[in-house]
C-alpha cells in the first residue's frame, strides 16, 4: 500500500490541547491516553493528507527497551535509521524507539483501545524479536510542535523492561544497534531524532 492510498490514525489537535497542551514530555498518562483512545474521538484518514496538516495529531505508539544489570545499571536499545525505514525525515538519526502509524487495517473499521494496543503489537513484532520474558508499561506522551516532522505526530510511549538484554532486529534498515548504558547515552545527544532526545532527557536525565 502506497502512502497516498494508507489511511492512518489521527485524533484532532484541538482535543489534545483541550486536555492539556505542552511541548516536550508529560508523564501524566491517565490525563490523555484514554481520552485521545476513546472510538468517538479517532479516525482515519489519508496519510498523505495529514503528514501536512497540523490539524490533526497523528498517534504513533513509541516503544523502547531497558536491561538493568546486577550492579543496577539500566541499558538502553539504541540504534540508527536506515533509508529503508518509514519517515524520511528521520533518516540516518539515532534512535531508542520503535514503532509507527496505526493503519485502518489494524483496526478493521472498529477503533478502540484493545485495537490500539493490536497496531502496536503489531508494529512490535515487524520490527524487533524479544527473547527475553518482559514487562511493559505506558510512561508518557511525547509532543514536539519545533519539528515539521513533530507537529503531525503525537508520541505514546511505552517502556519495556527486559529480563536479559536479548533482542534482535528484524528490520534490516535498523542499523548498528545494541544496548547502550543510560549513562553514556546523556552525555552526547548528538545525532539523536528529536523524540528520542526528549524522552532520554526527561526520563532519566535527571
Avoid at 533509508?83 to 528521520?90: A, F, I, P, W, Y
Avoid at 509507527?100 to 494496543?117: A, E, V
Avoid at 544496548?179 to 535527571?206: N, Q, Y
Amino acid at each position: 500500500m502506497s502512502a497516498s492510498e494508507e489511511k492512518v490514525l489521527v485524533v484532532p489537535t484541538a482535543l489534545f490541547h483541550s486536555l492539556g497542551y505542552f511541548q516536550g514530555f508529560s508523564a501524566d498518562v491517565s490525563r490523555y491516553v484514554s481520552a485521545l483512545l476513546a472510538p468517538e474521538t479517532m479516525s482515519f484518514r489519508a496519510r498523505a493528507e495529514v503528514e501536512t496538516d497540523p490539524g490533526f495529531k497523528q498517534l504513533i505508539p513509541y516503544m523502547f527497551f531497558s536491561h538493568t544489570d546486577v550492579n543496577g545499571e539500566m541499558s538502553i536499545f539504541q540504534y540508527v535509521r536506515g533509508r529503508g525505514m518509514g519517515e524520511s525525515r528521520l533518516h540516518s538519526k539515532r534512535s531508542i524507539g520503535v514503532g509507527g502509524h496505526i493503519s485502518s487495517d489494524d483496526f478493521n473499521g472498529k477503533p478502540t483501545h484493545d485495537l490500539y494496543r493490536t497496531g502496536m503489537l503489531r508494529e512490535l513484532h515487524e520490527e524487533v524479536e524479544l527473547r527475553s520474558p518482559y514487562s511493559e508499561q505506558c510512561v508518557g506522551l511525547i509532543n514536539d510542535d519545533e519539528t515539521e516532522v513533530g507537529k503531525v505526530h503525537l508520541g505514546v510511549v511505552h517502556h519495556f523492561r527486559l529480563e536479559c538484554p536479548d533482542l534482535v532486529s528484524r528490520e534490516t534498515d535498523l542499523i548498528e544497534s545494541g544496548f547502550v548504558p543510560v549513562r553514556k547515552l546523556l552525555t552526547d545527544l548528538t545525532g539523536f531524532e528529536t523524540w528520542s532526545a526528549i524522552c532520554l532527557t526527561a526520563m532519566f536525565g535527571r
